[in-house]
């Protein structure tokens, strides 16, 4: 058992008030209670999933929380009931959200693991071990851009001290002085791993020095320790004096979760802890100082299991939601037109898809005007991504804009991908509106964590409370001779995930209106840029415009077959509708420019006007977005109408080769194009 700190309640002086004291330890009782009765009715069989408790750590949650002011904000853990109660959840709608209730505080959706509060601070609770950490991160970025103050405290387990989002958390609130306190619940076991055979340190914030911040450990099981401890860090993150990392040395008297045989620790060592209940330290101290009889404090723990007990009479009662209700939540959408944010930034006489003119840019020069513009207008709009500020990024898009608007909303980042987007993730859901840019499109391989299991899914299992203004730019494709990994299409994996929109632009006016669009969705966004195209160039208005999320566009008209593309694929299309004219043959190029949502009303009017359907992109044939559209086809009104099987034309299977001529082989090029639509067209095929 490793030791924890040996200073004790009953030495020390209490400079605290005595009523302040004993409602800390009510709250502890009542968490205790919370957690004993949720495992009762886990273990009779009326609630569902699964369950984490954080029996004998309860100091930690309390001590740690009253440090705060309620307007502060924290993150949690999937061991959360304790922090969700001590932040001044309702006990009512924690324990109907665990019985899956309507009423629960995130309406059914997200269960134990995900129990969040905006509204009291509660950024949500987390299944992902340190999954919180970027997101506190951001959230602790938007405090100090908005001129806040503000904190967040951090809560982790000691199994996350060890994940990759600890490290770059870290230190990335520490380069940027960010009020956040990174709190460790060293409760001995990441799951089954002991910490001491986790660590080649002997404490978690031993670690603190790497990052220039201070560390420190103290006893969890003593409330008034953590209290101290984490007042402290509280003070110093509000004076401007950056980040703090504190363990707290607590024990879970539970297992991890409820199939947990516990063949991992003995009997000896648990009682060992349970002697030093943090319960019946305080309750003790307060007796042996007279602040509380015997009487007084069962009459306290009676208090805290009657209130739970109430709770739970009112929970079992309320409706379970309704199965008509399944997707309610998952997409936060404006019912009206043009959206909020557009009104707010821009007024309401913002056009949509105005005439293009004659002024030219280039899609890259698109890209950097509409940021421009965006940012002018709000002061939420910020930029944040590897080398994009004096840099101007890793293809020149950002150039400029660092000089107008500083590092403060250029923000430069460490080489820290995922973080970079659970930053984004945690200002969005404080009132930013943060366009992240990945140098590669490849690299959000290394953020798939906090792009899809935490930006696509917190608002529906929030119970679609939460909003998330994220853009996410994607340079991708291939052309560039920059080889396997800098030369991907990923589109189709996002558009697999709910609570994700996916965008993929062909020309400069569409790049400036739609990123305009994305922009003023309250969801994430997928923004993907396919690398050749930042220097096309074409027509585009130099006031905000609009074009929608969803709307396709016909490049080209024609009756003998349609051809659907997106991105760097649609120049190639038009290109082959060209020479295919000279054959006599008509084709319609039918631009998506959204993938999700996407237009199937203008695939679908095409598609029985032609009869016949080609489908183009780059991105590999197996599982590209190609598949989806044909399927969707085929069950639609259109099927009846096609005169022939519909054709896909996509990537090899092979990863992006470096040599020019495989290169291009590997990717859909124009002859492709007219050889494919050639033969559908004269039922070759």
């Known amino acids: 058992m490793r030791e924890a700190p040996t200073t004790s309640l009953l030495d020390a002086t209490l400079d605290l008030p005595r009523e302040r004291l004993i409602e800390w330890l009510y709250q502890m009782h009542l968490i205790r209670a919370f957690e004993e009765t949720v495992e009762q009715l886990y273990a009779a069989g009326k609630m569902h999933g699964t369950m984490h408790l954080s029996i004998g750590q309860e100091a930690v949650a309390v001590g740690a929380i009253a440090a705060l002011r309620p307007d502060d904000y924290i993150t949690s853990t999937h061991r959360g009931h304790g922090h969700a109660i001590a932040k001044g959840q309702d ?215 009657e209130a739970v007990a109430e709770a739970l009479r009112a929970a079992e009662g309320d409706p379970e939601p309704e199965v008509a209700q399944l997707t309610e939540g998952v997409y936060a959408e404006d019912p009206l037109f043009p959206p909020r944010w557009i009104r707010q930034a821009f007024g309401s006489e913002v056009p949509v898809e105005p005439p293009a003119g004659t002024r030219e840019l280039s899609y890259a020069e698109a890209l950097r005007e509409t940021m421009a513009q965006a940012m002018a207008a709000d002061e939420r709009v910020f930029l944040m991504g590897e080398d994009i500020g004096v840099y101007g990024g890793a293809f020149g898009v950002t150039q400029g804009l660092i000089e107008r608007f500083g590092p403060e909303r250029v923000r430069d980042t460490p080489i820290s991908e995922n973080t970079i987007v659970g930053a984004g993730v945690g200002a969005a859901l404080t009132g930013m509106h943060p366009i992240v840019e990945m140098q590669f499109m490849d690299f959000v391989t290394l953020a798939m964590e906090q792009t ?49 929109k996916v965008v993929a632009p062909a020309t400069p006016y569409d790049a400036k209106g739609l990123l305009l669009a994305a922009l003023a969705d309250d969801n994430p966004v997928i923004f993907v840029e396919h690398k050749l195209l930042y220097r096309t160039r074409g027509p585009v208005p130099e006031e905000p415009y609009l074009v929608p999320l969803g709307k396709a566009a016909v490049r080209r008209p024609g009756r003998h077959l349609t051809i659907v593309a997106y991105s760097i694929a649609v120049l190639r299309a038009l290109e082959a509708a060209e020479r295919l004219a000279a054959e006599g043959i008509e084709a319609e190029v039918i631009d998506l420019r959204t993938l999700k949502p996407y237009d199937a009303e203008t695939v679908i009017a095409s598609v029985k006007k032609t009869g016949k359907l080609l489908i183009v992109h780059e991105a590999p044939l197996l599982g590209g977005f190609g598949g989806e559209l044909a399927a969707a086809v085929a069950q639609s009104e259109a099927f009846a109408y096609l005169e022939a099987p519909i054709v896909r034309l996509g990537g090899a299977d092979v990863p992006i080769p470096y040599h020019p001529r495989l290169e291009r082989a590997a990717v859909p090029q124009v002859e492709d194009i007219v050889e494919a639509a050639r033969r559908l067209a004269r039922l070759e095929i």
């Open 91 to 305: 006990l009512r709608a924690m324990l109907a959200e665990l019985l899956g209730k309507e009423t629960g505080v995130c309406r059914g959706r997200g269960g134990s693991m995900h129990l969040a509060d905006l509204e009291r601070g509660n950024l949500g609770a987390n299944g992902i071990v340190a999954g919180g950490i970027p997101i506190a991160v951001g959230a602790g970025l938007s405090i100090r851009m908005q001129g806040q103050d503000r904190v967040v405290l951090c809560f982790f387990g000691d199994g996350a001290a060890n994940h990759g989002n600890f490290h770059e958390g870290l230190n990335m609130a520490a380069i940027w002085r960010l009020p956040v306190v990174f709190l460790c619940e060293n409760n001995q076991y990441a799951m089954s791993m002991a910490v001491r055979r986790a660590m080649a340190v002997p404490r978690v914030a031993d670690r603190a020095v790497a990052y220039g911040i201070p560390g420190e450990t103290v006893d969890g099981m003593d409330v008034v320790a953590v209290y101290r401890a984490v007042r402290a860090a509280v003070e110093r993150a509000r004076r401007g004096e950056g980040p703090t990392l504190i363990e707290a040395i607590t024990y879970r008297y539970r297992g991890h979760s409820k199939s947990d045989r516990q063949v991992y620790r003995t009997k000896d060592e648990v009682q060992a802890w349970m002697a030093r209940d943090p319960i019946v330290r305080l309750r003790e101290a307060l007796i042996a100082r007279g602040w509380l009889s015997e009487a007084e404090a069962a009459t306290l723990e009676e208090r805290a299991r």
């Open 452 to 500: 899809v299991l935490q930006a696509a899914k917190v608002r529906y299992m929030f119970g679609g409370k939460a909003r998330v203004p994220l853009v996410l730019r994607l340079p991708g494709g291939s052309g560039t001779g920059a080889a396997a990994q800098h030369s991907e299409s990923l589109e189709a994996w996002f558009v697999h995930v709910p609570g994700l």
